[in-house]
């Protein structure tokens, strides 16, 4: 039997599985939807709110405990008694309730009437004021019908007599309409007078029923007074715990209402970047996840995210110099501020093992096509140069101040172009005497390797690096080093010295030894035994000048002593000051030097050869740039071996740079060899294209171009100079030529953080430091200072000054006694702190580092060396103590004490502009007098350093600004002549009185040393300032605390007393 056929479907496919399937791809479409709508929802941020609100949740419930244990603490008993208090208050009110409710009834009783009196006092009051003004307008209207009748009368008009009809009418009219005003006027009276019985008795109610309530009232204000602070947290917990109705806005779909949870952003109009080839205002969404960072009390205990930023008094804080609503945070930081994710935000690790834990937590990658993301934090300073390019040091910019220094001693500007150093003397020393000073075979040792003489040399090391150490090239580099020698003994004369310096006299080393710390040697220069100090790299200030531990080994005795004797002989502008040395004290300080030998015999090193072939060789692969091979070799036949060496020696010159740092001959004016590293080229902003990494891959952080790659490209270069040449197959006279510099770790980030400070950026000049006249004088004043090393000697910036504290009443408690609120200290490690808080202040002073003092406080020597001792608890204090005097209404002043063994030591620089006059200043700076004849006797000199008139003037004015002086300065008028005799009689009398020649000397140039440890009283009239004199000696500890001269109360001397001591100080001449 046929099989039946089936009927024909309708659809080709089964419509069950079709719905299946439909169902299923439904609930796939529905799973994606929803799934693409949560991650479009919720976002990280968002967790980061979350998670800050609970923190700050937490931290505001234990801050309300802490306030109520305080509070407990210090008025729990008399809480307790208010307490009791309102609860006798409420039981009174309880049995007056009847009594209460009954005033309450009469009172409600008389409000109705009340309202009713008010009310019909005010219609009242409105018709008769109504009704007053139409009776005050017809007797205006009356007025005038009667001067215009009398005017047309006068006049002889005809129409005198029509004004005068109307007259009488308009005299009833006023006469009626003053009445009625006078009869609404009676009724307003009456209802005021209703109104006012009514409100009377409304006034009693309330009198009667605030009585009832006086005593409850008193009690609830005086526990509100004591709970203030317990209140305003309970406050900031009920604002943290969360609600039916933030959890509703929060929720998607409402969160467009107000959700609690929103994007933070700064909005910074004045700051523009780049963005799409156009300028944008710049936006900064930071804060929507760094919820704390402008909030204190936010440390360690909390993720980092929520931390506060530190030093809130100087960034980011609402007082600060640089408030983060009008500076953001990528102006600093740099970054994409506009992102709220933290890859797309451009943040970067600051080393590998931080960037794996990145990648780990947070699926970190380096930002893709953007140019300027975030720096590493350890390279943060480098923005402050942005707007502080102007100032010689950035406050609170450790890092970046000492990468200035350094590419200044290190000489950097010798070979790159950069913007502002054009001003500054070459690093190194003149090279036109060398013949006199060192011999060939030191010098080729030298220059082969220098910290194989001197560990701690700033001299880079130029030959035999890592592109350049294999065996051809070190018979290449031997070749170079034997033309430089040849060719700067060559070129090695003085002017007017043809044979050398002369032979230095015979001296006593040991003699020289104590010379050479007295006259200050140490302050410039690390000296001690060789085996010892070698690798001393000493202070900022010991490191000036070279390390002269081994210095015996380099130098020639004549030329030692004729360098000693004066500088400036052979090296013009040498930085090492003329201290006025006699040829004995030359000869002694020479001898000493001398006998400092190096260790390991480095002066008995020889002079490797090189031979006719490899100094061809070496000559041809120069000569081979301009000329072709037949030319180079007819040229190299005709040179002898001498004439090669100076030909390879002037070229090699050339090709390393050495003229950047030394002055040579015939180098004067060729171009600098290396990159500018400021303008267009910056190198902070410059393209990364344009940096040859070579085969260091390593460096980059993925194929995509970014700023770290700039960072770490200066770091790696400043690391090892040669690395973009390893893998390279290159020429030698090609390979990279930038020298070896003997930093260390912590020194190449300093460095790589101020060149990466180099940057082209657009930013408003109302935001950024802009000095004034007097600022910039400062600034090249300091500059001075810090070029001639200074602060080796001195104690230098210790003059009064003032800085803001957070005045909290706390703070104030604790420096009560010193009635102070501004402050500034030097901590133990001699660090000055340019902001310090009154609790800090508060606590050094619980140590002893400062004493404070209040203000008008009175001190004898006697009573000061004792509050500054050397020891504090039987230890002893490693700086001496700090005085804190109080002056005016909140400030204080304040200077490091000096001891007695330290009386032999230079001036500590404080006050100069207010206490010197300009004028000897100016020549005291020129050419250095004696002014404490004390110090002959521990042989301590001020040197001259050769200022030029234009850098006297600078200092002297930048000592002027600093104290706040008028400058030019204005010179008093003199006294009377008559008058003036008269004061010195009676002056003379007063100095015998208080003894003041028993400290000190008056001018008599053969006085010995012999407690007199003041200066001379002979060469205040030209050298101090009229008015400053009278300050001093009335209180020198408040104009310098510390000061070994006594107080003079006016009890003890009068001001008019002190004017006649003036007088007869400024008549006293040098014997």
């Keep these: 039997m046929p099989k039946p056929v089936e009927p024909l479907s309708d659809t080709l496919y089964d419509m069950n599985s079709l719905n299946r399937l439909f169902f299923v791809s439904s609930l796939l479409l529905i799973g994606i939807t929803v799934w693409a709508a949560w991650q479009d929802y919720d976002r990280n941020w968002k967790h980061y709110q979350r998670d800050f609100r609970e923190l700050a949740l ?9 306030v109520l244990a305080g509070l407990r603490a210090a008025s729990g008993p008399r809480l307790d008694e208010l307490y009791a208090g309102m609860k006798k208050a409420d039981e009174d009110l309880k049995a007056k309730e009847q009594e209460i409710e009954a005033v309450r009834k009469e009172r409600e009783a008389n409000r109705g009437p009340l309202e009713k009196a008010l009310l019909t006092f005010q219609f009242e009051k409105s018709e008769a004021d109504t009704l007053k003004q139409r009776a005050e307008s017809a007797q205006e209207h009356l007025d005038e019908a009667v ?3 009398a005017r047309l009368k006068a006049a002889g008009d005809a129409g005198a007599g029509a004004v005068e009809a109307s007259i009488e009418g308009l005299k009833k009219h006023s006469q009626d309409a003053s009445s009625r005003w006078r009869e609404k006027q009676d009724l307003t009276d009456a209802a005021r007078l209703a109104w006012e019985v009514l409100d009377a008795r409304e006034r009693a109610f309330v009198a009667r029923l605030e009585e009832f309530n006086a005593a409850r009232e008193a009690i609830s204000k005086e526990i509100a007074k004591l709970e203030n602070d317990l209140t305003a947290v309970k406050r900031k917990v009920a604002k943290l715990e969360p609600s039916l109705a933030d959890f509703l806005l929060s929720q998607p779909g409402l969160d467009f209402i107000k959700n609690p949870e929103h994007i933070n952003q700064i909005i910074l109009p004045h700051f523009q970047e780049d963005l799409n080839f156009s300028s944008v205002m710049k936006i900064d969404r930071c804060t929507t996840c760094h919820l704390g960072i402008d909030r204190k009390g936010w440390g360690e205990e909390v993720p980092k995210v929520f931390r506060s930023h530190p030093n809130l008094d100087l960034y980011v804080g609402d007082a600060s110099p640089h408030p983060m609503s009008q500076y953001g945070c990528t102006v600093c930081h740099n970054g994409q501020g506009r992102s709220v994710d933290f890859a797309h935000a451009a943040h970067m690790p600051r080393d590998e093992a931080q960037q794996k834990e990145w990648e ?4 970190w990658h380096p930002p893709a096509h953007f140019d300027n993301p975030m720096l590493p934090i350890q390279y943060v300073q480098s923005s402050c140069t942005k707007c502080h390019g102007e100032q010689t040091r950035v406050v609170m910019g450790d890092k970046v101040n000492e990468g200035k220094r350094l590419l200044e001693k290190v000489g950097c500007y010798g070979c790159h172009p950069i913007a502002g150093t054009d001003d500054l003397r070459k690093p190194g020393p003149g090279l036109r005497g060398i013949k006199h000073k060192m011999t060939k075979e030191f010098a080729f040792n030298w220059i082969w390797k220098p910290t194989d003489f001197r560990p701690t040399t700033h001299m880079p090391q130029i030959f035999d690096l890592s592109n350049t150490s294999d065996d051809v090239s070190r018979v290449r580099n031997t070749a170079m080093i034997r033309g430089i020698v040849e060719y700067l003994y060559e070129n090695s004369e003085l002017e007017g010295l043809p044979d050398g310096y002369p032979k230095a006299p015979e001296g006593d080393a040991k003699e020289g030894r104590k010379l050479a710390r007295q006259v200050g040697c140490y302050g410039c220069h690390v000296i001690g035994d060789p085996a010892k100090v070698m690798a001393d790299k000493g202070t900022e200030y010991t490191s000036f000048g070279p390390n002269l531990s081994a210095v015996g080994s380099k130098l020639n005795a004549n030329w030692l002593y004729a360098w000693l004797k004066n500088p400036a002989q052979y090296f013009h502008y040498a930085s090492m000051p003329n201290l006025r040395l006699s ?17 390991d015999g480095f002066e008995n090193r020889k002079m490797e050869d090189v031979s006719d072939k490899d100094l061809d060789d070496t000559c041809a692969g120069f000569m081979r740039a301009t000329k072709t091979k037949a030319e180079t070799e007819e040229l190299l036949k005709k040179l002898t071996h001498r004439e090669k060496l100076l030909w390879l020696g002037e070229k090699a010159i050339g090709h390393t740079g050495c003229f950047g740092c030394h002055d040579i001959r015939k180098f004067e004016k060729t171009k600098k060899i290396g990159a500018e590293l400021t303008g267009s080229n910056s190198t902070g902003t410059k393209d990364i294209t344009k940096f040859d990494f070579g085969f260091r891959h390593d460096l980059r952080m993925s194929h995509h171009p970014n700023s770290v790659d700039r960072i770490k490209w200066v770091k790696a270069k400043l690391e090892d100079p040669r690395t973009y040449d390893h893998g390279r197959i290159i020429g030698f006279e090609d390979r990279l030529r930038m020298p070896k510099f003997n930093l260390t770790p912590e020194e190449i980030e300093a460095l790589t953080t101020y060149v990466i400070s180099f940057r082209r950026e657009m930013l408003p000049e109302s935001h950024k430091r802009k000095l004034s006249h007097q600022e910039k004088v400062i600034e090249r004043g300091k500059h001075l200072a810090q070029q001639s090393n200074c602060a080796a000697c001195h104690k230098v910036g210790l003059f009064p000054t003032t800085y803001r504290i957070e005045a909290s009443d706390e703070a ?17 490690d001699g660090r000055q702190v340019d902001r310090i808080s009154a609790d800090e202040l508060a606590i050094l002073a619980k140590k002893g580092i400062v004493v404070l003092l209040p203000r008008g406080t009175w001190l004898t020597i006697t009573e000061r060396n004792k509050l500054l001792g050397n020891t504090l608890n039987g230890v002893p204090r ?8 109080g002056f005016g209404e909140g400030a204080i002043k304040k200077v490091v004490n000096k001891n007695d063994e330290d009386r032999f030591e230079p001036p500590i620089i404080a006050g100069v502009g207010a206490r010197d006059n300009p004028d000897w200043l100016f020549r005291f700076l020129k050419a250095p007098v004696e002014i404490r004849p004390y110090l002959r006797e521990g042989g301590v000199r001020m040197p001259t350093f050769g200022f030029t008139d234009e850098e006297a ?12 002086q008028p400058f030019p300065f204005v010179y008093d008028e003199p006294i009377p002549e008559a008058a003036r005799v008269e004061m010195v009689k009676k002056g003379k009398a007063v100095f015998e009185r208080l003894q003041c020649a028993s400290c000190h000397p008056i001018g008599d140039p053969g006085q010995k040393f012999s407690g007199l ?3 001379d009283l002979t060469l205040a009239a030209p050298r101090l300032q009229r008015d400053w004199v009278l300050d001093w000696i009335r209180k020198p500890n408040a104009i310098f605390p510390g000061s070994g001269m006594s107080d003079w109360s006016p009890e003890q001397v009068s001001d008019e007393e002190l004017v006649w001591v003036r007088e007869y100080i400024w008549s006293l001449k040098k014997k």
Excluded at 58 to 66: F, G, R, V
Excluded at 585 to 592: K, L, N, S
Excluded at 878 to 885: G, N
Aim: hydrophobic share 45%; no cysteine.
């Design 58 to 66: 937490e931290k505001a419930k234990k801050e309300q405990e802490t």
């Design 147 to 149: 001067r215009v009748a």
């Design 360 to 363: 780990g937590k947070y699926g």
């Design 583 to 599: 040829d004995q004290e030359a000869a002694d300080i020479t001898a000493y030097l001398m006998t400092l030998k190096h260790p």
């Design 812 to 828: 104030m408690l604790e420096l009560a006694d010193a009635q102070v609120y501004l402050a500034r200290t030097v901590l133990t």
């Design 878 to 885: 490693p700086v001496a103590s700090v005085l804190v005097y």
């Design 953 to 964: 003037r600078t200092l002297v004015e930048h000592f002027a600004h600093i104290d706040n």
């Design 1013 to 1015: 440890v003041a200066p």
